[in-house]
T-cell receptor
Framework: AQKITQTQPGMFVQEKEAVTLDCTYDTSDPSYGLFWYKQPSSGEMIFLIYQGSYDQQNATEGRYSLNFQKARKSANLVISASQLGDSAMYFC??????????????FGSGTKLNVKP | NAGVTQTPKFRILKIGQSMTLQCTQDMNHNYMYWYRQDPGMGLKLIYY???????DKGEVPNGYNVSRSTTEDFPLRLELAAPSQTSVYFC??????????????FGPGTRLTVL
């Protein structure tokens, strides 16, 4: 089974609007971490935001927030007030705990976001 | 502070040739990783290391080898290159932490083509 599933290969959003990128995950580990990375066309991987499985509140970092629904095993990224520079590939990733395999990260297949002016 | 550096940036290999992709980090991170990213796809883990002298296989290790003699360096060796190894290769590192994010820091990638 896929550890991380991103069902939206591509998304369009109008500049200044909010957009939600979907991510679901699969683990039996009660302790895990969820990450979002941005990959612009230049190719580098940029860390955006982190959510721990025991964190009580949804993570926020500037215009990025993570809509964490533990029971549904979803960790959607919300980008508010989209900017042209947000056009990129976005990857969701998960790391499990020391009881499982603390050292491995699992990545989804990504969502390509295009911000329209 | 250079972070994670990778060399070369680009390389074209002929089938059957071998090469080593270099990765160095200056953040004193214990954990280091090698991923490959095929066009339009996510990252797949090739090998990883939890410290000098300790390495382990990821999802797609066949055709690759690694070594970790120092904390800073984690080279990836391709033996007998095949067209299926055409990909972008990313090296990453992260700090050892049981709390907090422990996010990975990525190098700029190496674009490899095997013809």
């Amino acid at each position: 089974a896929q550890k991380i599933t991103q069902t939206q290969p591509g998304m369009f959003v109008q500049e200044k609007e909010a957009v939600t990128l979907d991510c679901t995950y699969d683990t039996s580990d009660p302790s895990y971490g969820l990450f979002w990375y941005k990959q612009p066309s230049s190719g580098e991987m940029i860390f955006l935001i982190y959510q721990g499985s025991y964190d009580q509140q949804n993570a926020t970092e500037g215009r990025y927030s993570l809509n964490f629904q533990k029971a549904r095993k979803s960790a959607n990224l919300v980008i508010s007030a989209s900017q042209l520079g947000d056009s990129a590939m976005y990857f969701c990733a998960m790391r499990e705990s020391a009881l499982y395999n603390f050292n491995k990260f699992y990545f989804g297949s990504g969502t390509k976001l295009n911000v329209k002016p | 502070n250079a972070g994670v550096t990778q060399t070369p940036k680009f390389r074209i290999l002929k089938i059957g040739q071998s090469m080593t992709l270099q990765c160095t980090q200056d953040m004193n991170h214990n954990y280091m990783y090698w991923y490959r990213q095929d066009p339009g796809m996510g990252l797949k883990l090739i090998y990883y290391s939890v410290g000098a002298g300790i390495t382990d296989k990821g999802e797609v290790p066949n055709g690759y080898n690694v070594s970790r003699s120092t904390t800073e360096d984690f080279p990836l060796r391709l033996e007998l290159a095949a067209p299926s190894q055409t990909s972008v290769y990313f090296c990453a590192s992260r700090a050892q932490t049981l709390a907090g994010s422990g996010e990975q820091f990525f190098g700029p990638g190496t674009r490899l083509t095997v013809l």
